[in-house]
């Protein structure tokens, strides 16, 4: 598995863990066919490679067949259990301060997402952007979100609140499970992942507010991210940058550098600081965006290649093989290398 500067606080890592092994996978099997040391869990309070998270999750929804499979994974993730980034939320004083919470305190467990919050048509939006140079990440997206809306709904104590989700990735196949999990009032094909919260529930107190244990949790918040052992990158405007150069068919050193106002041998810098190359991070960007098109079904592979900035279907055929181990068709089949047939454990296998 190729390595990033992406880094997560390794209890996500402990939890993702606890939950394939209570869908019946291996923890060590799924490290020897992604490719990772199953030891990233042995220190809950460290920081693990985000790779793995990530690949994790879109490794259960392949073997599953459950492309909801991270929005079922972030409905059942224990509260508390997120520790101080959990309790920083679920004691602020008001909904509108939890949700900043989690915005000054997301650094506290990733360095590859980036949340943001805005006011618009009487919602404030909690969106989530995570760059394709960090690899393929649906199914942690529709984890983050519905992981969130379960606080929400949490401290929110029963109130009926029309929360609305849009999602950047296309309609899933198990639309019902989203629709049961989060409610109806979910869009796919968006251009942001985010979570609409009506403003009239801002000054709400949330279910579990206390006034002097949050100010002890925000100060060990505070304590935490100021000794924080997830550093900061700088890989997302590179990742945006070489997005926009493949749409437009020239991925080159040259279009990206131009793209970022910077000269040739900058943005060589600018990457080998990161610890990749130019040509691997077009390659990152190139399979995260291949797995989310080729999940997705409504395009054609010819379609695909084209989007990716590949020439000839052949080219895109090749490179997918050896991203994935088997050819495209086959990938979207849920096929892996390793397991051609059902490889599920027994109690996900029909009949």
């Known amino acids: 598995m190729a390595k990033s500067p992406g880094k997560i606080y390794a209890q996500l890592l402990v939890n993702t863990r606890a939950q394939a092994e209570a869908l019946g996978f291996d923890w060590f099997r ?14 809950p309070e460290g920081a693990g490679p985000s ?12 073997k599953t067949g459950n492309d909801a499979m991270g929005v079922i994974l972030g409905s059942q993730v224990k509260m508390g259990s997120m520790k ?53 990440h649906v199914q942690v997206t529709a984890k983050a979100m519905s992981f969130s809306a379960s606080r929400l709904r949490h401290m929110l104590d029963g109130r009926e609140v029309d929360l ?9 196949r198990q639309i019902e499970t989203y629709y049961r999990i ?15 919260i009506p403003l009239e529930v801002m000054d709400v107190a949330p279910l579990g507010s206390e006034e002097h244990l949050y100010s002890l949790i925000e100060k060990t918040a505070l304590a935490r991210l100021a000794s924080n052992q997830i550093e900061d990158n700088d890989l997302d ?9 493949l749409k437009e068919g020239d991925p080159s050193l040259e279009a990206v550098a131009r793209k970022m106002a910077m000269s040739k041998r900058a943005l060589q810098r600018r990457m080998e600081e990161n ?11 190139r399979k995260a ?22 020439s000839e279907l052949s080219t895109f055929s090749r490179a997918a093989k050896t991203w994935f181990g088997v050819s495209p068709k086959a990938y979207r089949r849920g096929e892996t290398p390793s397991t051609p047939d059902d490889h599920r454990p027994a109690a996900l296998r029909a009949g």
């Not at 799924?30 to 220190?43: C, H, N, S, Y």
């Not at 405007?237 to 926009?244: D, K, L, P």
């Not at 610890?275 to 960007?285: E, H, I, N, W």
């Open 164 to 172: 609305t989700f849009e999602f950047t990735q296309g309609k899933p």
């Open 237 to 245: 405007n590179i990742s945006r940058a070489i997005n926009e150069a």
């Open 182 to 196: 989060l409610g109806r009032n979910i869009q796919f094909g968006c251009e942001q992942d985010r979570i609409g």
């Open 51 to 62: 790779e793995v998270y990530l690949e994790v999750h879109e490794y259960l929804a392949r």
């Open 30 to 43: 799924i490290a020897r066919e992604i490719g990772f040391d199953p030891k990233v869990t042995d220190d």
């Open 84 to 136: 101080v980034f959990d309790y920083v939320a679920l004691t602020a004083p008001t909904i509108a301060q939890s949700l900043e919470n989690w915005r000054r305190f997301e650094r506290i467990l990733s360095n590859i997402t980036q949340i943001s919050l805005n006011d618009e048509d009487g919602k404030r939006y909690l969106s989530w952007h995570i760059s394709n140079l960090y690899g393929p």
């Open 275 to 285: 610890g990749l190359t130019f040509r691997q991070a077009v390659d990152r960007v």
């Open 289 to 310: 965006l291949a797995e989310q098109y080729l999940m997705d079904g409504k395009l054609q592979l010819s379609e695909i290649a084209y989007l990716l900035g590949y």
